[in-house]
């Protein structure tokens, strides 16, 4: 559904009824005395992605407790990879485009990689390769995007309103107090995280940021006689929304970008775009792989007895799929700038794509050599 989103996005840009397509996404609805009046392209990255995010928090706040990031031995490799593969694209970017000006405030837009394509070219390309990649890149990917939230709350929130802010944490603080009290009447939760969302957005801090505290928030072990935990249970129930209605209507608002000639030849010769392109399939190629490496060397981190290097190769070359996150920094970063955004998404697709292909070459390489191997096991 996000592919066919983002297919459907482009199409409708390029098409004879493109003015369609701009009236759309910039049609504003909201009450104004709540400073709530967006268009359907703000509401979509402000609001429809706070759900995408609230699940995130979700998935971490497992994580850390029950699941993979518990044990700091076991998290040191994805952990590590997943730093460097954020740390390493935002320095290729700042090198690639360091003699332009105004181009450095692209940074982060290479930093974010989006799980869902990832998994998707992991599970149609690589059904063979071991469990343990799936599990690496699952942990790598949660930390991404708490990398991800933490760079959207520091980097991108201006004229910080604290009492918007504090009231906020107070909505949360109430949230908290509920999980703790074993309160689970929707008829509390879902009007209060309308209110929190709604204050974090007041305040300056992006609104996403209130989906992922919430989640976070979550109480994640059930309790005697609870078949499961309240994280569990609305991360099965909000999981549709995000991925079938959250996400996808995000791709649909914000991915489409116009692929003249002249606004491929424009984004061609845009620096910032060179940047995102090189962030996003040499930066996460180095970062990830590289992150990994320095964790196994130098460390008592272990890669897991099934997996390559070779496997991780496919891994990295898969954090090289940005899009969903990376579109939202995308419009952050260059929300001034219309004409250097739409360069910026174009070399999101392109790179996404490089990735993706460059990715199935060798998960499909590596997925018939383990379909061998246990052939030969089996023999």
């Not at 459907?8 to 369609?20: K, R």
């Not at 694209?89 to 974010?112: E, H, I, N």
């Not at 090189?278 to 997996?307: I, N, Q």
């Amino acid at each position: 559904m996000l592919l066919g989103a983002a297919v459907v996005a482009l199409l409708w840009a390029n098409s004879p009824w493109s003015g369609a397509y701009e009236t759309v996404r910039t049609t504003t609805i909201g009450p104004a005395p709540l400073n709530l009046d967006l268009d359907l392209q703000h509401w979509a990255a402000d609001g429809l992605l706070a759900i995408f995010f609230f699940v995130a928090g979700l998935e971490l706040k497992r994580e850390l407790v029950v699941g993979t990031l518990r044990r700091p031995a076991d998290a040191a490799l994805p952990v590590a990879a997943a730093v460097c593969g954020m740390v390493v694209p935002a320095l290729v970017y700042l090198a690639v485009t360091r003699a332009q000006d105004g181009s450095g405030a692209g940074w982060a837009v290479p930093t974010p990689t989006d799980i869902a394509f990832a998994l998707a070219v992991l599970a149609v390309v690589g059904s063979n390769l071991p469990s343990a990649v799936r599990a690496f890149l699952l942990t790598l990917a949660v930390v991404d995007d708490l990398g991800a939230i933490l760079v959207i709350a520091v980097f991108f929130t201006d004229d910080l309103r604290l009492w918007a802010l504090a009231a906020a944490i107070a909505g949360l603080a109430v949230y908290a107090l509920a999980q703790r009290r074993r309160v689970t009447s929707a008829w509390l939760y879902v009007p209060l995280a309308a209110v929190v969302w709604a204050l974090v957005h007041k305040s300056g801090v992006h609104a996403t940021v209130a989906g992922v505290a919430l989640g976070l928030l979550t109480r994640v072990r059930p309790d005697p006689g609870e078949d499961s935990s309240p994280a569990e249970t609305l991360e099965h129930r909000v999981r549709p929304l995000s991925a079938g209605v959250a996400v996808p209507a995000f791709a649909l608002l914000s991915a489409g970008v116009a692929l003249s000639g002249d606004a491929l030849a424009g984004a061609a010769q845009d620096i910032a775009a060179a940047g995102v392109v090189a962030g996003l399939v040499l930066g996460k190629l180095a970062g990830v792989l590289g992150g990994a490496w320095l964790a196994a060397r130098f460390t008592h981190a272990e890669l897991h007895p099934d997996v390559t290097w070779g496997d991780m190769t496919a891994v990295a070359l898969l954090a090289g799929i940005g899009f969903t996150v990376a579109l939202l920094i995308a419009e952050l970063a260059f929300a001034g700038d219309p004409e250097r955004l739409e360069n910026a998404k174009a070399a999101i697709l392109a790179a996404s794509v490089v990735a993706s292909a460059a990715a199935a070459v060798v998960l499909r390489r590596r997925s018939r050599r383990h379909a061998e191997a246990e052939a030969a096991a089996a023999a």
